[in-house]
């Protein structure tokens, strides 16, 4: 069996650095829970009315069935690269490729933004609003919190970790709070707006209809998106073939109870048409509610919304840079992207290469126009229905060897990850209609005759496959690897650490490679 070089210690990335804590923390972090329903709440309303909370539940579905994949292939095979390096496992090179630049581009699409939304929502809650109000100052905050949340990832992955882990206890703390206060008052009948009494049929997601749910649930796929950057940790984390993939489903778990209960709260005092008067704000109706819900103390909502923000600034580079670390690896990236920091032992030129690609697309996109970084990040539903799905096809496919040994294999392994692939590639089906209308975009502009989301997210898929067939003319050493299944422990199981991969025709004892590295 031939292999790729394995890596010396100055080339991998710092082991038994984050524990089950600090990988929960990161993966909450990432899907930035506060700012996601700042974002999403009155768009999902003016939608599907009082069964926003349902249409929350529903969305969860899909993301737990991922969630399992996530887990059952980081066991057999913990690499940082995650979906790129399990699909190139189970359904060839070009799709793993494919898969992994999907990763990279939704950080390079959201990053901006959401230090944009950490440095507005900042500067709100310590009575800065002249500074928020003015572009050129919020631009230049952003850039600098892009570079610092880099550099924190370049530096310190501990220190990395331990930021995180005050963060989502503020973030959370805070919007229980909110919620907690906003049901007292509609039970006291103390509100200042058009309170609704909670009732248990909001949790029916077929309530409002077929149309109105399938734009829920795409905007519900945007909330849960970022839980698997625990797993981008794998190689940084105690016991990498448990610890990541247990963080990933109980991300999913916890963001489930925090939004259901944040929806149910917000929909309850505001009522449904206040909302959905206000769903084009997107983060200025969370700040509007938590004034006349908290008065004075509104700003605790504000202070949310900006660690929030802040928090997924920086875990959001964590999956991008270390999917380009691992690309590189396997040499479907030049070398330079693989490069770890010899001190902090951290992917440090793929980290700021990410944050870089951010920093210019934020400033670029936004010298279109505010409708345009709004746009941008519509776009990302469809990277990342893709991604996803590609990675419960890949778990049922990498594994298909075991499927028929059991009832748990066969639910988990197989069947799960597969509905929730079918679910997403559904959504993604309809997202792409719904994105071809340019009616449909933030501003209802036209680009090409098609919606801005759809065109952004077409012309970073057409730069992918630019950069693959360059890539792959300047060395093709990665697209000789072919698909193989998962045998288990003790089956041919590379030992050499990240990036093994075998030639093809060359598979041990005349059968396909297990990539199984869960045992130490």
């Known amino acids: 069996?031939?292999?790729?070089?394995?890596?010396?210690?100055?080339?991998?990335?710092?082991?038994?650095?984050?524990?089950?804590?600090?990988?929960?923390?990161?993966?909450?972090?990432?899907?930035?829970?506060?700012?996601?329903?700042a974002a999403v709440i009155g768009p999902v309303v003016a939608l599907v009315g009082v069964h926003a909370p349902g249409v929350m539940l529903a969305s969860f579905v899909p993301m737990v069935l991922i969630a399992s994949a996530f887990y059952?292939?980081?066991?057999?095979?913990?690499?940082?690269?995650?979906?790129?390096?399990?699909?190139?496992?189970?359904?060839?090179?070009?799709?793993?490729?494919?898969?992994?630049?999907?990763?990279?581009?939704?950080?390079?699409?959201?990053?901006?933004?959401?230090?944009?939304?950490?440095?507005?929502?900042?500067?709100?809650a310590v009575g800065l609003d002249a500074w928020a109000a003015d572009t050129l100052v919020r631009q230049g905050?952003?850039?600098?919190?892009?570079?610092?949340?880099?550099?924190?990832?370049?530096?310190?992955?501990?220190?990395?970790?331990?930021?995180?882990n005050v963060l989502v206890l503020l973030q959370t703390l805070c919007l229980?709070?909110?919620?907690?206060?906003?049901?007292?008052?509609?039970?006291?009948?103390?509100?200042?707006?058009?309170?609704?009494?909670?009732?248990?049929?909001?949790?029916?997601?077929?309530?409002?209809?077929?149309?109105?749910?399938?734009?829920?649930?795409?905007?519900?796929?945007?909330?849960?998106?970022?839980?698997?950057?625990?797993?981008?940790l794998t190689e940084?984390?105690?016991?990498?073939?448990?610890?990541?993939?247990?963080?990933?489903?109980?991300?999913?778990?916890?963001?489930?109870?925090?939004?259901?209960s944040v929806a149910v709260a917000v929909v309850a005092y505001a009522g449904?048409?206040?909302l959905a008067a206000h769903a084009d704000d997107n983060e200025a109706v969370f700040a509007s509610l938590a004034r006349e819900v908290l008065g004075g103390w509104d700003w605790i909502v504000l202070l949310a919304v900006a660690t929030s923000a802040l928090a997924s600034t920086q875990t959001t580079i964590i999956p991008a840079s270390r999917t380009a670390l691992s690309m590189a690896r396997r040499h479907a990236l030049p070398p330079r992207f693989g490069r770890v920091h010899s001190r902090y032992r951290t992917p440090a030129v793929s980290t700021w290469w990410v944050a870089g690609a951010a920093a210019?697309?934020?400033?670029?996109?936004?010298?279109?126009?505010?409708?345009?970084?709004?746009?941008?990040l519509t776009a990302l539903s469809l990277l990342i229905a893709f991604y996803y799905a590609l990675t419960g096809i890949a778990c049922a496919v990498y594994h298909r060897r075991r499927l028929t040994a059991g009832v748990r294999e066969?639910?988990?392994?197989?069947?799960?990850?597969?509905?929730?692939?079918?679910?997403?590639?559904?959504?993604?089906?309809?997202?792409?209609?719904?994105?071809?209308?340019?009616?449909?975009?933030?501003?209802?502009?036209?680009?090409?005759?098609?919606?801005?989301?759809?065109v952004i997210a077409l012309g970073l898929s057409l730069v992918g496959v630019l950069v693959m067939l360059a890539r792959r003319a300047a060395s093709g050493m990665f697209w000789t690897e072919r698909p193989t299944a998962y045998e288990g422990p003790g089956h041919g199981e590379s030992q050499d650490g990240p990036g093994a991969s075998a030639a093809p025709g060359q598979e041990a004892d005349g059968v396909e490679v297990a990539w199984d590295r869960s045992v130490p």
């Open 1 to 37: 069996m031939v292999e790729d070089t394995p890596q010396t210690p100055d080339e991998t990335l710092r082991p038994n650095a984050i524990g089950f804590v600090d990988a929960l923390a990161i993966g909450l972090n990432a899907t930035s829970p506060a700012y996601s329903l």
């Open 72 to 124: 059952y292939l980081n066991r057999a095979d913990p690499d940082c690269g995650t979906t790129f390096s399990w699909v190139t496992r189970a359904l060839g090179p070009t799709v793993g490729w494919l898969g992994g630049w999907a990763i990279t581009m939704t950080g390079v699409l959201v990053v901006g933004s959401l230090a944009d939304v950490a440095v507005n929502f900042g500067l709100l």
């Open 141 to 164: 905050l952003t850039v600098l919190v892009i570079v610092a949340m880099a550099a924190l990832c370049v530096r310190d992955t501990q220190a990395a970790a331990r930021l995180q």
């Open 176 to 232: 229980f709070v909110f919620a907690a206060v906003a049901l007292y008052r509609v039970q006291a009948g103390t509100g200042s707006l058009e309170a609704v009494r909670p009732a248990v049929s909001w949790l029916d997601p077929f309530g409002a209809g077929g149309t109105a749910m399938t734009g829920g649930l795409l905007l519900g796929v945007f909330v849960y998106w970022g839980w698997e950057s625990a797993v981008n």
């Open 236 to 260: 940084e984390t105690t016991d990498p073939s448990s610890t990541p993939g247990r963080a990933g489903i109980w991300s999913t778990v916890v963001l489930l109870a925090t939004y259901v």
């Open 272 to 274: 449904t048409e206040y």
């Open 360 to 376: 210019v697309w934020y400033l670029l996109i936004h010298r279109i126009s505010e409708n345009a970084l709004a746009d941008s």
């Open 410 to 454: 066969f639910l988990f392994i197989g069947v799960g990850p597969v509905v929730g692939a079918v679910m997403l590639i559904w959504l993604l089906t309809e997202a792409v209609a719904d994105m071809a209308d340019p009616a449909n975009s933030a501003g209802a502009t036209s680009w090409f005759g098609l919606g801005p989301p759809l």
